[in-house]
């Protein structure tokens, strides 16, 4: 177990830099550079275009050295945890992202809760009681569910708690926590407004798990060592918890793997709709500025999640799969 | 119906006229029909069937285990609690039929007063769940016993079914078990409250022979220690002979014979017994049939030499993966098949008789040796390094019977597809032609012209394995390699499918390479036999001499195995276990 765990460590390292090198090849690739749209932006505003300005920034970021030492200054910057400035903000990137970062974590981590909470007793209920009403309905709704785009909910939800509840339901906090410190007050103000975002977010994830909850399990259902269970007297609960739902469980440790990246881009669409705090809106901005540190910030992130995802998922499933620990 | 065959005294488990029925959407179907059968302490009572006779439902109906639409319709199961040996008689009898099956009724009798082992070891057991952690539960939920208790009872009852090294064992997971290990801590899940009734599910047929004979003796002594009473269901006589006390004949969900199993062995009733019977016989002698063959079809020339074949096959272990692991699967090789001959491969699974029938069709690469193969024109070629495309011709001539007519057969394919396919490939375009062939071989594996336009769901086991002959013949091949092509089926079957084979051989002078791993089949129907112990030929010659007169230990081991034909010949076999590394 401790050589496999070590063994995966051992390999994301490889990744990791493969990945960051990745990252600023795509912050690279688009035509010109900050500067250049920067400049095309004081144009468009009918402003003057200091030449001196421009190059001065160029010269200050380097935008004119050759791509390797681009690569090794900005990689360099980041082990010291210096993510670089952004350009349109006139601040450092770490400073930007940090504290929506942590929202960005709370948020994504009670979806993921309310999808499992919701969709693994449905999907459990639906494949042992399959063709029931329950089932149906549960369908039903599923489907409807995984048919509906997120940004619609969350218009149709901010629509009715505008005119029917008169509350104002986007952002994570009420106007007088938005600045205030810490407090037990603006927990439970965060809360209350983390409902719909979550409701909104977790619906169409809660549809799909509860489908392939139901799939799997319906898999392992009639298969003999539950027989082989129910012979030893074990009640009908306890055999299929203990036995196919374990082992219908097993692919979700596989899903662990794509939570990670989306905690930075899951929900952009919505967070946009209910201009949540949260870092997706952030990077759709860096991308579409060619902030080029943010959005190589951004970009790296999300490799680094997707590999740290891998990892942790492959962890978990090694502990609960024991054929997979001994290969 | 025939009970007054059985001692009906003190019985434990008396079935009235029980009826199971599955409810589908043609009408309702009786899958077990109007049976009586008891079941005695210290006795073992084989229900022998074939696949579909009713057998496996009727011991699931015991435990109300009887997956939906199956439901129990009318009759009684009686558990009496007590053994009526105390003169008071106050025994106390249950009605399992009358049970719900989620009842907490059931539940309790389940795993405590009747254990159960099924056929696969290996699906039965959960995967991600440890032996200990299996069997310890039955401890737990029956007798209240707190876990460290549970786990010493339990390494106790791994020591008794053999487990070796029971307190390592305790802690392992089913995949590190060899199958026969398996099915021993199956024994010892069935067993560990001390059940007084054991129903036993085809527990050996999964098994190689040496290991069957093992569990069989297993069985024999736990019985005989715990006085308990067995339901041994089996569709192989040989096993009855070894271990019955009394027999039940089941056929379409009826009870056709029922008696002591010295009667039914000497003097069966009915003609279904007669034929299972015979057909356990013909494993002690070569076919007639082969033999008359031979005096008017003489074997011909070689037309396979294999010469030091050697077959490895790597893994990667270590920290990150980078050592790499050797397998010998077949090791130095060497071997003739002659124009017209049946050779049989024979050895326990792992034995590697699977890869060196691959290697010789070249569908693996051979690492090392010679491979000479003389075609219809009597050239002779070296085929050990060709390529792909080179190999073609030689491929035409060579084809395969596999073991599982189920996965072996595409289930969106027709018959026609199917056989027509390797038409097709081998440059039979003319749809008129192709059809023309296929009702041609439909014939001659006794398959009717209607078959060509159904789907393998809609034939039996029998005639799936037909079908595959056809499709393996259709581009009038030379050499057939039967890869365990009978083992998945019934008795019955199983001969009719070795009586087509030979007949196809007299008509079509086809060489066989019959890989079985059992040697009864082997002598029946093989000329010659080669014996393989993990990757090596450790005996081959004569299939008669070899199994008359064997030379290598191996070969004694596995003969000492296969079970007898009549009970009268119990004990008079030794066994014993080929040990070496």
């Known amino acids: 177990m401790y050589a496999y765990i070590l063994r995966r460590l051992a390999w994301s390292v490889p990744f990791l830099f493969a990945a960051s090198f990745l990252a600023f090849t795509i912050i690279q690739a688009p035509p010109g550079d900050y500067v250049e749209s920067y400049a095309a932006k004081l144009e468009a505003d009918g402003r003057q275009v200091d030449e001196v300005r421009l190059n001065s920034l160029r010269d200050r970021f380097g935008l004119d050295e050759p791509f390797l030492s681009q690569y090794w200054k900005w990689i360099s910057g980041i082990a010291k945890g210096d993510f670089g400035l952004s350009f349109q903000w006139q601040q450092p990137v770490s400073e930007l992202i940090g504290d929506r970062m942590i929202l960005s974590v709370i948020l994504a981590t009670s979806t993921l809760l309310f999808t499992w909470a919701i969709a693994l007793p449905i999907g459990i209920l639906s494949a042992v009681r399959q063709y029931s009403w329950g089932d149906y309905?549960?369908?039903?709704?599923?489907?409807?569910?995984?048919?509906?785009?997120?940004?619609?909910?969350?218009?149709?939800?901010?629509?009715?708690?505008?005119?029917?509840?008169?509350?104002?339901?986007?952002?994570?906090?009420?106007?007088?926590?938005?600045?205030?410190?810490?407090?037990?007050?603006?927990?439970?103000?965060?809360?209350?407004?983390?409902?719909?975002?979550?409701?909104?977010?977790?619906?169409?994830?809660?549809?799909?798990?509860?489908?392939?909850?139901?799939?799997?399990?319906?898999?392992?259902?009639?298969?003999?060592?539950?027989?082989?269970?129910?012979?030893?007297?074990?009640?009908?609960?306890?055999?299929i918890l203990k036995y196919p739902v374990r082992i219908a469980l097993n692919p979700f440790a596989s899903t662990i793997a794509w939570v990670f990246p989306q905690i930075i881009s899951g929900s952009t669409v919505v967070a946009v709709v209910l201009s949540l705090p949260t870092v997706d809106p952030l990077m759709l901005d860096a991308l579409l500025t060619q902030d080029m540190y943010l959005a190589g910030a951004f970009i790296l992130m999300l490799s680094v999640m997707s590999i740290i995802g891998m990892i942790v998922s492959d962890i978990v499933l090694a502990m609960i799969d024991p054929r997979i620990r001994y290969r | 119906m025939t009970q007054q065959n059985l001692p009906a005294d003190h019985p434990i488990l008396e079935i009235k006229n029980l009826v199971t029925v599955f409810e589908t959407r043609h009408g309702i179907f009786n899958a077990v029909d109007d049976v009586s059968l008891n079941l005695v302490p210290g006795e073992t009572l084989c229900l022998v069937g074939e696949s579909g006779s009713g057998k496996s439902v009727l011991s699931r109906s015991i435990l109300q285990l009887v997956d939906?639409?199956?439901?129990?319709?009318?009759?009684?199961?009686?558990?009496?609690?007590?053994?009526?040996?105390?003169?008071?008689?106050?025994?106390?009898?249950?009605?399992?039929?009358?049970?719900?099956?989620?009842?907490?009724?059931?539940?309790?009798?389940?795993g405590r007063d009747i254990g159960m082992i099924f056929q696969e070891?290996?699906?039965?057991?959960?995967?991600?769940?440890?032996?200990?952690?299996?069997?310890?539960?039955?401890?737990?939920?029956?007798?209240?016993?707190?876990?460290?208790?549970?786990?010493?009872?339990?390494?106790?009852?791994?020591?008794?079914?053999?487990?070796?090294?029971?307190?390592?064992?305790?802690?392992?997971?089913?995949?590190?078990?060899?199958?026969?290990?398996?099915q021993r801590a199956m024994i010892a899940m069935a067993l560990i409250c001390n059940p007084k009734i054991l129903i036993a599910d085809e527990p050996t047929t999964a098994l190689d022979v040496t290991i069957q004979a093992e569990i069989l003796d297993l069985l024999n002594d736990l019985k005989k220690q715990n006085d308990m009473a067995i339901l041994f269901i089996t569709h192989d006589m040989g096993v009855v002979a070894e271990i019955a006390d009394?027999?039940?004949?089941?056929?379409?969900?009826?009870?056709?014979?029922?008696?002591?199993?010295?009667?039914?062995?000497?003097?069966p009733k009915h003609d279904y017994t007669k034929a299972l019977l015979k057909s356990a016989r013909d494993s002690q002698i070569p076919s007639p049939d082969r033999l008359a063959q031979r005096q008017v079809q003489p074997i011909g020339a070689p037309i396979l030499e294999a010469s030091n074949l050697r077959k490895e096959f790597y893994g990667k272990t270590g920290l990150l993966g980078m050592t790499q692991?050797?397998?010998?699967?077949?090791?130095?090789?060497?071997?003739?098949?002659?124009?017209?001959?049946?050779?049989?491969?024979?050895?326990?699974?792992?034995?590697?008789?699977?890869?060196?029938?691959?290697?010789?069709?070249?569908?693996?690469?051979?690492?090392?040796?010679?491979?000479?193969?003389?075609?219809?024109?009597?050239?002779?070629?070296?085929?050990?390094?060709?390529?792909?495309?080179?190999?073609?011709?030689?491929?035409?001539?060579?084809?395969?019977?596999?073991?599982?007519?189920?996965?072996?057969?595409?289930?969106?394919?027709?018959?026609?597809?199917?056989?027509?396919?390797?038409?097709?490939?081998?440059?039979?375009?003319s749809p008129v032609d192709r059809r023309k062939r296929i009702l041609e071989l439909l014939d001659l594996v006794g398959l009717p012209s209607s078959a060509l336009e159904r789907y393998p769901h809609a034939f039996s086991g029998g005639q799936r394995q037909r079908i595959s002959i056809a499709r393996a013949i259709a581009p009038n091949p030379r050499i057939i390699i039967a890869d365990e092509a009978t083992s998945a089926l019934d008795v019955s079957i199983r001969t009719q499918i070795m009586d087509l084979l030979q007949e196809l051989q007299k008509e079509l002078r086809l060489s066989y390479v019959f890989i079985s791993h059992d040697l009864g089949l082997v002598r029946y129907f093989c000329d010659r036999v080669l014996v393989m112990f993990k990757g090596d030929i450790v005996e081959s010659g004569d299939s008669e001499t070899v199994c008359t007169q064997p030379t290598h230990d191996y070969t004694r081991a596995l003969l000492s195995a296969v079970p007898i034909t009549h009970p009268d010949q119990r004990g008079s076999r030794q066994r014993f276990r080929y040990e070496n590394g």
């Not at chain 1, 103000?189 to 799909?208: E, F, M, N, Q, R």
């Open chain 1, 137 to 239: 309905f549960f369908s039903i709704i599923g489907f409807i569910g995984l048919a509906t785009p997120n940004f619609l909910v969350a218009l149709i939800l901010m629509y009715v708690g505008v005119v029917y509840f008169g509350t104002n339901v986007t952002g994570l906090f009420s106007a007088e926590y938005v600045n205030a410190e810490w407090s037990w007050a603006k927990f439970l103000d965060l809360v209350k407004h983390l409902i719909i975002p979550v409701v909104i977010i977790g619906t169409s994830a809660t549809a799909s798990l509860i489908r392939i909850m139901r799939a799997n399990l319906l898999d392992e259902l009639y298969k003999p060592y539950v027989t082989t269970a129910r012979a030893k007297g074990l009640s009908e609960f306890k055999t």
């Open chain 2, 68 to 110: 939906r639409p199956g439901r129990i319709a009318s009759g009684e199961i009686l558990l009496h609690e007590a053994h009526p040996s105390s003169k008071t008689e106050q025994t106390r009898s249950l009605d399992l039929a009358k049970l719900e099956a989620r009842s907490g009724v059931i539940r309790n009798i389940r």
């Open chain 2, 121 to 182: 070891p290996m699906s039965s057991l959960s995967p991600v769940h440890t032996i200990g952690s299996q069997i310890t539960e039955s401890l737990v939920l029956h007798e209240g016993l707190n876990k460290k208790a549970a786990r010493d009872r339990v390494i106790e009852m791994l020591r008794r079914v053999e487990i070796p090294n029971p307190e390592k064992a305790i802690d392992q997971y089913p995949f590190e078990f060899s199958g026969g290990m398996r």
């Open chain 2, 246 to 267: 009394h027999v039940a004949v089941m056929r379409h969900g009826k009870v056709i014979e029922n008696g002591n199993v010295q009667d039914v062995f000497d003097r």
């Open chain 2, 325 to 429: 692991t050797t397998l010998v699967a077949v090791n130095d090789a060497s071997f003739t098949l002659h124009e017209g001959e049946t050779l049989g491969v024979v050895g326990e699974s792992g034995s590697g008789k699977t890869t060196l029938a691959r290697c010789i069709q070249r569908v693996h690469s051979i690492e090392a040796g010679q491979l000479h193969y003389t075609n219809r024109g009597g050239d002779r070629a070296e085929i050990s390094q060709l390529n792909d495309a080179q190999l073609q011709p030689t491929w035409r001539d060579m084809r395969t019977v596999f073991q599982d007519p189920f996965a072996s057969l595409n289930p969106r394919m027709s018959v026609s597809q199917i056989i027509g396919e390797s038409l097709l490939l081998n440059g039979m375009t």
